[in-house]
């Protein structure tokens, strides 16, 4: 009788730390840091887009991290807007072939993370 209570309580333990461990691992999902010496040489940023990219990248870290810590149930339309947001807003500093090279970057990094499903 006490080894099944022992084995119960650390199976209960076991899976409430694997499922504190998968929501800690989520949460970094919705973390965005962006190297913006790579992303400016990859887009060819002048120092005047550059700036404006950069503070496009915070506001859309700040979205995703609030998207974060919704409901799950609320997150993907977070998500989504979260993304159109940044879209938007780097359409609006970007000329063509700058805008096609940052969404093919942002489509990677969304679908490596996870983040559209």
């Given at each position: 009788?006490?080894?099944?209570?022992?084995?119960?309580?650390?199976?209960?333990?076991?899976?409430a730390a694997?499922?504190k461990m998968?929501?800690?691992?989520?949460?970094?999902?919705?973390?965005?840091?962006?190297?913006?010496?790579?992303?400016?040489?990859?887009?060819?940023?002048?120092?005047?887009?550059?700036?404006?990219?950069?503070?496009?990248?915070?506001?859309?870290?700040?979205?995703?991290?609030?998207?974060?810590?919704?409901?799950?149930?609320?997150?993907?339309?977070?998500?989504?807007?979260?993304?159109?947001?940044?879209?938007?807003?780097?359409?609006?500093?970007?000329?063509?072939?700058?805008?096609?090279?940052?969404?093919?970057?942002?489509?990677?990094?969304?679908?490596?993370?996870?983040?559209?499903?």
């Amino acid at each position: 009788m006490i080894l099944t209570m022992v084995a119960l309580m650390s199976l209960t333990t076991t899976f409430a730390a694997k499922e504190k461990m998968d929501k800690v691992n989520d949460m970094k999902v919705y973390e965005w840091n962006v190297n913006m010496h790579k992303l400016s040489d990859a887009l060819s940023l002048s120092a005047e887009q550059e700036d404006v990219v950069t503070e496009i990248n915070r506001r859309f870290a700040r979205d995703l991290r609030a998207a974060a810590h919704t409901r799950k149930n609320d997150r993907k339309e977070r998500v989504e807007k979260a993304l159109d947001k940044n879209v938007m807003r780097m359409r609006s500093i970007l000329d063509y072939k700058q805008m096609r090279t940052y969404l093919t970057i942002l489509n990677v990094t969304v679908n490596n993370r996870g983040l559209n499903s």
